[in-house]
């Protein structure tokens, strides 16, 4: 007896105890997928045989099979469930998640179960109480197809039972295991001539295929196959053609073809059922009869053959594409049921008409959140247009529009002409309004806060899973909805960086030995030091012109860039400051052809903006410089009172040599932050220095080296394009080479006796892994004594101090640093890739969140 399962289903169990039920459970399925009703009253109860805890078993186990079938898993039902009202839950279930319920009927003789019953050894069930689970069964096992169980199994004897095999198999929806390429056709609808043209435009090449109808059938030299969205027949001059050039290609396997709502009309009708002759259905009839009979009656059945065995939907290359007719929203890709085929063909309507007396379809695309791309048709659109991942290519052609395919995993749209209007619409074919933002822009005007809130977990191309705790989440998202800048531009968000390990140089905190060895533990032979620039890190996206701005981030406020700090707020207070700024880059960017060198319309740059005080000048002047100014004052007047008690012949040499030295570590607290000052009346008085060119059009420059970027940045934005600009200074390190390192080493040393912030380290490649396949610290930051004044407080190098603060952990900080990087990139990517808004800001609130992790500031 082979049994035949789907690899979604809901398998009940049935049959008295004593049957053999969790011993044929056990030997067929995976503990995991059974769900036992005694094993759930042992989880509640601490005793399977408690009675008492029924209710609470059966309400643990509801509750863990929804969330299997919900997750897509294979389920079974362990239990008598010889009750109608007992299978009754199991059958919603079943339904809600659109899956196929299975009954495995155990009907065996009562001798034999009241048999087995006495022998066990774990539990002791009263034989009265088999007799009447058996007198159960007996009574409701006709009624179990009227339950609605799709398939029902039954065993008669124990050799059924051991005889029994069980075959999996995937729904008829799943074919995840074919990757393409495909070229996915919108609604044809009898238009054979353009169907015709535009496979050969695709590549395709025709054949004569042998013992078929229709004399014609295509394949692609390359071996893509076409996957046509239904709706054949109606409406068109070529219907027939049309079918029999589908079938052809479907049967020769160079195409795959679902049903629509027209081809099942036609279906319904040709079985004899009574249908509405509609929608150009008379057409399609009318072409069947002008055959002769020789030849209708034969090419009419392999029509209903053909059209009837068509499946709702297909799910390809490992769920990353989803075809249907009218579409498929997330939790019903890849499963079987009657509302999933009903959604397939008609789409769902919220019950109204509009004034052409057609229903009003509810807009799913809007709300659809799945990770796969539905590509479908069935309402007519003067235009292709991405919404959330999804696509409908129905372009009307019948209607006089154009019949259209979409080629993936390209994503490239070709198109064909309609030769003529074969039908007039219900409702017009509009053409667009005059807009050039696209429907995806439209939508995310409004963004939802749905998608922000709770925890989440963010899946990043470069490994790591991201989890953002909600705590976090709530300071982040007051933020972005308070202070933040125009979403629209908020494509990015740099990550934080780690100091190195302690040093355990005399007088020093960080020392670049710790950096470069840490580097050569992680495998990385290759470094670059760059200059860390003493001013305040700034994100600049800009474009050509406003027209670039409009199409590509949907801006219609005439702006056509923006400059923002790393916890995405405006950098600069007034508007005028940040186009002055945008205005200098645009010059730079076309005055040395970038735009032309690198195709695009737009960049983001990552970039230094100096002076410190131009960003913080609020904390230098309440924070710093009050506490440079007091802490002054007070130890001079102190050290004058010490010097008239040495005069007077006290002997307090040692006290006054202590606050000189206090003295001394003020002076050069104040000296350290005065560094980062000058006046600043015009942009003009700014510096900026760019060091990463982020992403252009259709690229995120993560594959180049740093090397690359700060070549690239001074051939474009260098100083011959302006005072304006400036450059950041570096040297390469090879870690095999001792002298490389000594000689970076030197170059920390001058930088940071100039007064300097330091440097930054960095593998050259922008992406740095492991052999583990984990990432790398993209950057560590090496701080000079003098700049760590600022940060730990003046007399931090005082031995007290600097032991103490010898024992801070950056582990933390690490972690932080190679999380935010990761979502960085992914959010870029995103962008770049045409990802709804809210895929890119998930990861740009994601590292503002993490911003929110309990990690000392001064790392």
């Not at 009927?105 to 022998?119: A, G, H, I, W």
């Not at 074919?175 to 169907?195: A, N, T, Y």
């Not at 007519?380 to 372009?395: A, F, G, K, S």
């Not at 209007?421 to 509009?430: D, Q």
Request: proline share 6%.
């Amino acid at each position: 007896m082979n049994l035949t399962l789907s690899e979604l289903s809901l398998v009940v169990l049935i049959g008295p105890s004593g049957a053999g039920k969790s011993t044929f459970a056990n030997a067929h399925f995976k503990p995991t997928e059974i769900l036992s009703s005694d094993a759930c009253r042992a989880l509640v109860s601490d005793d399977q045989e408690n009675q008492a805890a029924t209710d609470d078993a059966f309400d643990v186990l509801h509750f863990i099979a929804a969330k299997r079938l919900s997750a897509g898993r294979l389920t079974v039902i362990d239990a008598t469930n010889v009750q109608p009202r007992a299978r009754k839950p199991l059958i919603d279930l079943a339904r809600q998640y659109h899956c196929l319920p299975i009954a495995m009927v155990f009907d065996l003789p009562e001798k034999l179960c009241q048999s087995r019953n006495k022998n066990r050894t774990d539990r002791n069930i009263p034989g009265s109480a088999i007799h009447r689970q058996i007198q159960q069964l007996y009574r409701s096992r006709r009624s179990l197809k009227r339950e609605g169980f799709h398939f029902i199994y039954t065993f008669s004897s124990p050799e059924d039972v051991e005889a029994a095999t069980l075959e999996r198999q995937p729904t008829w929806p799943n074919r995840q295991h074919e990757s393409g390429p495909f070229d996915i056709i919108g609604d044809v609808h009898g238009c054979c001539d353009e169907l015709e043209m535009l496979l050969e435009k695709l590549g395709y090449v025709w054949q004569i295929p042998e013992n078929a109808l229709y004399k014609r059938t295509y394949r692609h030299p390359e071996g893509r196959k076409a996957v046509f969205l239904g709706d054949l027949v109606d409406r068109g001059p070529r219907i027939l053609d049309t079918c029999g050039l589908v079938q052809n290609m479907v049967l020769a396997d160079t195409a795959l073809c679902i049903p629509g709502n027209h081809d099942q009309k036609l279906v319904r009708k040709l079985q004899g059922r009574k249908v509405q002759i509609t929608h150009g259905l008379d057409k399609t009839l009318a072409e069947l009869n002008a055959l002769s009979s020789e030849i209708r009656r034969p090419f009419q059945k392999q029509l209903i053959e053909f059209l009837y065995s068509l499946v709702s939907h297909y799910v390809f290359d490992h769920g990353q594409l989803v075809v249907s007719h009218a579409g498929m929203p997330s939790h019903m890709q890849g499963r079987a049921s009657r509302k999933v085929r009903e959604f397939a063909l008609y789409g769902e309507t919220t019950g109204e008409t509009d004034e052409f007396g057609l229903p009003v379809r509810y807009n799913w695309a809007a709300e659809y959140r799945g990770k796969a791309t539905v590509v479908y048709g069935h309402t007519p659109v003067p235009e292709p247009e991405w919404l959330n991942q999804t696509l409908n290519i129905d372009t009307g052609c019948v209607f006089g529009g154009k019949l259209t395919a979409l080629r993936y995993p390209e994503n490239e749209l070709v198109e064909i002409p309609a030769k003529q209007t074969y039908a007039e619409p219900i409702r017009p074919l509009k053409p667009q309004a005059e807009t050039t933002r696209t429907a995806q822009q439209q939508h995310d005007d409004i963004l939802d806060i749905e998608d922000m809130m709770g925890q989440r977990r963010i899946e990043t191309r470069l490994g790591p899973i991201v989890t953002i705790r909600e705590e976090n989440s709530i300071p982040a998202l007051e933020v972005l909805s308070r202070f933040a800048i125009d979403p629209k531009w908020l494509i990015y968000l740099p990550p934080t960086m780690s100091p190195p390990q302690t040093s355990s140089h005399p007088n020093l905190l960080e020392h670049p030995a710790q950096v470069f060895e840490a580097y050569r533990k992680d495998g990385v032979q290759h470094l670059i030091c760059e200059e860390k620039h003493m001013g305040s890190r700034a994100i600049i996206v800009v474009c050509r012109d406003e027209t670039t701005a409009r199409d590509r981030f949907g801006v219609t406020d005439g702006t056509t860039g923006v400059c923002y700090t790393r916890t995405g707020r405006h950098f600069f207070d007034h508007p005028e400051q940040q186009q002055a700024c945008l205005r200098h880059i645009q010059n730079a960017l076309t005055e040395t052809r970038f735009w032309d060198a690198f195709e695009t319309g737009w960049v983001c740059l990552d970039t230094e903006l100096m002076p410190w005080s131009a960003k913080a000048q609020d904390l230098l002047q309440n924070q710093y410089a009050p506490v440079g100014a007091a802490a002054e004052t007070t130890l001079n007047e102190t050290h004058n009172t010490l010097q008239q008690a040495r005069d007077r012949g006290l002997e307090i040499e040692a006290l006054q040599a202590y606050y000189q030295e206090r003295i001394d570590h003020i002076k050069r607290y104040r000296n350290a932050y005065r560094q980062y000052c000058w006046p600043v009346h015009t942009v003009d008085d700014l510096k900026l220095a760019p060091f990463h060119i982020l992403a252009t059009e259709g690229a995120v420059h993560t594959d180049k080296t740093h090397l690359w970027h700060l070549e690239t940045i001074a051939r474009f934005l260098g100083p011959k394009q302006g005072p304006f600009l400036h450059t950041t200074a570096y040297q390469t390190v090879d870690l095999s080479d001792p002298n490389a390192e000594c000689s970076a080493t030197t170059w920390w040393e001058d930088l940071t006796s100039q007064g300097k912030e330091g440097m930054v380290v960095k593998p050259q490649t922008f992406v740095s892994q492991n052999s583990r396949n984990r990432l790398i610290q993209p950057a560590v930051k090496c701080r000079g004594p003098e700049y760590l004044r600022i940060i730990y407080g003046p007399e931090y190098t005082s031995p007290k101090h600097l032991e103490r603060l010898r024992q801070r952990n950056v582990s933390a900080k690490r972690s932080l640093a190679i999380r935010e990087f990761a979502l960085g990139i992914e959010a870029l990517e995103r962008f770049v890739n045409r990802e709804p808004l809210r895929r890119v800001h998930e990861c740009v609130f994601g590292v503002l969140a993490l911003e929110s992790e309990p990690i000392d500031p001064r790392l």
